[in-house]
């Protein structure tokens, strides 16, 4: 299951590459043709635009997040731009035109040895191109990069203002915390646990975009991730996000262990229910959710050491997942939080297994509901 939706995301990456990267290449097709449009030459530019919508999408998905761990943006700039340059060069000279000669001539070579061909380079045609299409390869990225970071929707609601007047929606929310962070902030120093915070967000990131969710805020060592009743309860998508960035980190441990010497653990909690969603600021916009939703998570989030869990939920979530999870709970009956008066009955979240274990309140706490 987990692959398959990896895998549809993949997937709705390389359309949105090959659909944006097709229409480009018409586009520049149409602008540099000289005379009358061929059939053939367009159905090229259509294949052409297809593959390197596909080797676009390949590049964006699998080198760039490696590179941009090692990088800084300007860097990153110069390495998209020398790559599309040369990429798109290349992929010209070995693929599309020796197509064109094929066509019309059934030689591979005939376009590139023809007078069109130098006509083409020299008179800037080749060069303007080049650079339009490496323009437009920004453009797709820096879309492709905003929608990814800003998270599914986002985007979309800044740019139609949908949340310029306040709107009252139901949420899920997740406050995730590092353990310990205090005693490995003074055996990192400042930079080193600034860098090992970094990397820890990065294994999280994954996992938020796999489960459709969207990193709200990071605040200190924690980290606020924000799902749609739709999105979050789908699959159970807001809890199996803890165990995918179990499985980020376990994955990532020998890196941890040989950088760091140590490896991230967390703790977290998942609460849902009714919130005010609205766009605030004008120099810098955003879309914050504020309502009691927000500070019973937090304040949920805060019990995790004192009951001895690693992931909490509430009831009022639990009982909107589908029944199928398989979670293995442990019933921890209701819980007076911190500054509130009305108890949360709450839930940890030992592993998946069908099976309920309820083991009462803890001493001095009232019995469940």
Known sequence: MVLSRT???MAKTMFWFVVSWTACGMLAYRLLRSGALDWSEEFITIASGITIGLISAAFELFAVPALTRRHGAGVMIVIRALGYIVGLSVFLHLVTFPLFGLLEDGDPL???RSDRYRNFVLDGRFAGGLLSLTLMSFVISFVWQVNRMLGPGTLTALLFGRYRRPVSEERIFMFLDLKDSTAIAERLGDVGFNAFKNDFYHDLSEPVLQTRGRIYEYVGDEVVITWTYRDGLRDGNCVRCFFLIEREVRRSRR?????YGIVPDFK???HCGPVVTSEIGDLRKDIVHSGDT???TARIESLCKPLGQRLLVSAALLARLPPDLGLRLKDLGRRTLRGKEVEVHLYGVLG???RV??????EGTPAGE
Not at 255 to 259: G, H, N, T
Not at 357 to 362: C, E, H, L, S, Y
């Open 357 to 362: 274990q309820n083991t009462g309140p803890a």
């Open 352 to 354: 998946k297994r069908d």
């Open 268 to 270: 977290a909690a998942v």
């Open 255 to 259: 890196e941890y262990l040989d950088r």
């Open 294 to 296: 927000v500070n019973t």
């Open 110 to 112: 005939s376009f590139l």
């Open 7 to 9: 895998r549809l995301q």
